[in-house]
Nanobody, 115 residues
Framework: QVQLVESGGGLVQPGGSLKLSCVPSRNIFETAVMAWYRQAPGKEREWVARLVADIIPTYADSENRRFTISRDNAKNILYLQMNNLQPEDTAVYYC?????????WGQGTQVTVSS
């Protein structure tokens, strides 16, 4: 079992930035597929960014990338840096880990973009 704990959400004005963090209960970065998802009100959960070991990260919106996924192995933290946030980015953001055939989700952190 793996527990994922997210933090860093909040209220930000359009054009602002936030950095989300996800801390797994044990170090899984070398073997897990780590990702960030989000779910806006009334919409399905969607994938935002993915990081697999040392492979180059991939993003849902690769052409207008405003988000950056990264990790700090020493601190055992997964990050999502979000820049130039817009109202349509308002959602609950979830950390996700896939280890073999097992999947784990965090509890989510709310991001609200509003003036």
């Amino acid at each position: 079992q793996v527990q994922l704990v997210e933090s860093g959400g909040g209220l930000v004005q359009p054009g602002g930035s936030l950095k989300l963090s996800c801390v797994p209960s044990r170090n899984i970065f070398e073997t897990a597929v780590m990702a960030w998802y989000r779910q806006a009100p009334g919409k399905e959960r969607e994938w935002v960014a993915r990081l697999v070991a040392d492979i180059i990260p991939t993003y849902a919106d690769s052409e207008n990338r405003r988000f950056t996924i990264s990790r700090d192995n020493a601190k055992n933290i997964l990050y999502l840096q979000m820049n130039n946030l817009q109202p349509e980015d308002t959602a609950v953001y979830y950390c996700h880990a896939r280890l073999g055939t097992s999947e784990y989700w965090g509890q989510g952190t709310q991001v609200t973009v509003s003036s």
